[in-house]
């Protein structure tokens, strides 16, 4: 459902975008904004694209595990995919995953938040839960914390990362 919002959201941003764009330059200088960039899109895509795999082939040589080529190789594809598609908003989206040190930030949030939904799963299948079923808290027990899980004896009030105080201990 999130992302069917995300793209409901995107593609009313993107008209939006593209109206004001024609109402500002017209329709020429809009069209060749966006054949522009997906021109850019397109020569940028193929190069770190090959890079890429030259990486990917040199990983394999060294017996080393290519997990970051395959990150990259995953975002650069939806970063063709969104250069494709038609709109400034999804042009400026999949440049931002071509350039190498803002595709790093992309691939190692969502390593971050992989592990994160890693622990959260084998924790809920050890406690008898769906694995998706989120944070755990089992009778108080299991706590998420900045430093990782723990054991505490005692109600737990509040285990969401974010909040903003600490929970209150009877």
């Known amino acids: 459902m999130r992302v069917f919002a ?3 959201i995107g593609l009313a ?3 939006t975008a593209l109206v004001a764009a024609f109402g500002a330059w017209g329709l020429l200088p809009t069209l060749g904004l966006l054949v522009l960039g997906g021109v850019v899109g397109s020569v940028l895509m193929r190069r770190e694209g090959a890079r890429t795999m030259a990486a990917f082939s040199e990983a394999l040589r060294n017996r080393r595990q290519p997990h970051q080529e395959i990150a990259d190789g995953v975002l650069i594809a939806a970063a063709g995919f969104l250069i494709l598609v038609p709109g400034f908003l999804s042009d400026v989206l999949g ?3 071509l350039f190498p040190p803002t595709r790093r930030l ?3 949030r969502i ?3 992989s592990e994160q939904r890693e622990r959260e799963m084998v924790l809920n299948l050890r406690y008898g839960r769906t694995p998706t079923a989120g ?3 089992i009778d108080g027990d299991v706590v998420r914390g900045p430093a990782g ?3 505490v004896d005692g ?3 509040d285990v969401r990362p974010d909040a903003a105080r600490r929970p209150e201990l009877p």
């Open 155 to 157: 109600v737990v009030v």
């Open 13 to 15: 941003v993107e008209i």
């Open 95 to 97: 440049l931002f995953l």
């Open 6 to 8: 995300v793209v409901l």
């Open 106 to 108: 992309v691939s190692r």
């Open 135 to 137: 944070g755990v808290v």
């Open 149 to 151: 899980d723990a054991v």
């Open 111 to 113: 390593a971050r938040r």
